[in-house]
């Protein structure tokens, strides 16, 4: 009994060539990747674009709050760091410079005291350490050298009785009340100015003098200190 060739079952199923079909649908995936990269891209641009605009508006944003602001910015800072005192405290520290002895002072005077640091509080808090004869002078002097009523109060505490000129010359020399009560610390409690302002200026500390004292007794002299100092510099 032969057998029949019967085609038309399989061309009902696929009449296609397997290969055709993989190639076919390799390419209907190829053009989707291409639709979509094209998708993607335009995307893309599309996203550039938008933060570029808002970029640009930004810049515009700026420059406009810049245009409006930055001008009086130096009239701010200048209000901060110069500041005009009011003719009402101008009149308060008048009252209180008269009670002190200081008269006849106008508001450009007292202004320029202030701007020079010498307020009547400053004036006050010294001539009641016992300087009742300072002069206006001598006050700005002081302030400018950075003399506080604080450092002069613990001075006179550590046994001196500085004169104004005393007062400028050490703390010109940056010796502070700190300084000095260390070096009384350590036993020298007759140390003069001279020779603190010596011993800052070349730069004996209280470490060195400790370490010194260490090495060659408590009683090492200052003066030897001093010249230790000068000669391992």
Excluded: W
């Amino acid at each position: 009994m032969s057998i029949k060739y019967r085609g038309s079952d399989y061309d009902s199923y696929d009449s296609r060539d397997p290969l055709d079909d993989y190639l076919d649908k390799a390419e209907r995936r190829a053009i989707r990747k291409e639709h979509e990269g094209r998708r993607s891209g335009n995307s893309n641009l599309r996203n550039f674009a938008v933060i570029f605009i808002i970029a640009l508006a930004g810049v515009f944003v700026i420059r406009g709050v810049q245009n409006f602001s930055i001008s009086p910015i130096p009239d701010v800072i200048e209000s901060i760091t110069n500041p005009q005192p009011s003719e009402d405290l101008l009149n308060r520290m008048n009252a209180l410079m008269i009670e002190m002895g200081y008269t006849d002072l106008t508001n450009e005077q007292l202004t320029e005291l202030r701007s020079q640091g010498v307020t009547a509080t400053y004036i006050s808090n010294i001539r009641s350490l016992g300087y009742e004869d300072l002069t206006l002078e001598d006050a700005v002097r002081l302030s400018q050298a950075d003399v506080s009523s604080t450092f002069t109060a613990m001075l006179q505490e550590l046994g001196y009785e500085p004169t104004v000129e005393d007062l400028i010359n050490l703390r010109r020399a940056d010796v502070t009340a700190f300084y000095t009560s260390n070096i009384h610390d350590l036993g020298y409690r007759d140390v003069t100015f001279d020779q603190l302002i010596r011993m800052q200026r070349i730069g004996v500390s209280p470490e060195l003098i400790s370490q010194l004292q260490a090495e060659r007794g408590e009683d090492l002299p200052l003066e030897e200190i001093i010249r230790y100092r000068i000669s391992n510099q």
